[in-house]
């Protein structure tokens, strides 16, 4: 079974400034693909950022990007200019690419405060 | 953009009692999961359904099960409720074109008292 793991529970970044959030996975497959979502104080889960392992390009999303090692089954996101806005829980996620249908399977997440 | 649709949005149970979420995916999207977020907890993955077929099962619990119908909409029934079946229920829908990336719903809110 694939697992993902986030180290760090609790991250804080001041306003304006870059923060990476760290996440490994463990996987046997080839196929998969991995994403972050973020989660708001509302508990809603927002789409930040997606990758597909068979690309060897780090995706971007304006201030978002991520550092995908694929050997190494790292992918670490980095914020740029951060805003009071970015504030939320970040899940990291793992699916597997083999079926459709196939579950999302989250690591623990990180709580990520913006200070102004 | 239109986005996943849950109903209800909040619920409050007693134990024993039955609850049935439903959920409304994305038009065109053809798959639907669910979800279970206890407090503090990342979710946990409970069944998924593709064209009307479960197509992958996680740890649900006997007590509940689901389908999804002919319109593509989905519901979650839970029968004999516990205090421990409180949690927020995500349903998330994808396109199989779409490369499947799943787009959460604002979640249920289920409370057993």
């Known amino acids: 079974a694939q697992t993902v793991t986030q180290s760090q529970p609790e991250m804080s970044v001041q306003e304006a400034e870059t923060v990476t959030l760290s996440c490994t996975y463990d996987?046997?497959?080839?196929?998969?693909?991995l994403f972050w979502y973020k989660q708001p104080p509302s508990r809603q889960m927002i789409l930040v950022i997606r990758?597909?392992?068979?690309?060897?390009q780090n995706a971007t999303e304006n201030r978002f990007s991520v550092n995908f090692q694929k050997a190494a089954k790292s992918f670490s996101l980095k914020i740029s200019d951060s805003q009071l806005g970015d504030a939320a829980m970040y899940f990291c996620a793992y699916r597997s690419g083999l079926a459709s249908g196939s579950r999302l399977t989250f690591g623990e997440g990180t709580q990520l405060t913006v200070n102004p | 953009a239109a986005g996943v649709i849950q109903s209800p949005r909040h619920l409050i149970k007693e134990k024993r009692e039955t609850a049935t979420l439903k959920c409304y995916p994305i038009p065109r999207h053809d798959t639907v999961y669910w979800y279970q977020q206890g407090p503090g907890q990342d979710p946990q993955f409970l069944i998924s359904f593709y064209e009307k077929m479960q197509s992958d099962k996680g740890s649900i619990p006997d007590r509940f099960s689901a389908q999804q119908f002919s319109d593509y909409h989905s519901e979650l029934n839970m029968s004999s409720l516990e205090l421990g079946d409180s949690a927020l229920y995500f349903c998330?829908?994808?396109?199989?074109?779409?490369?499947?990336?799943?787009?959460f719903g604002p979640g249920t809110r289920l409370l057993v008292l």
């Open positions: 990758q597909e392992a068979y690309k060897q």
């Open positions: 996987t046997s497959e080839s196929d998969y693909y």
């Open positions: 998330a829908s994808s396109r199989t074109s779409g490369k499947e990336t799943q787009y």
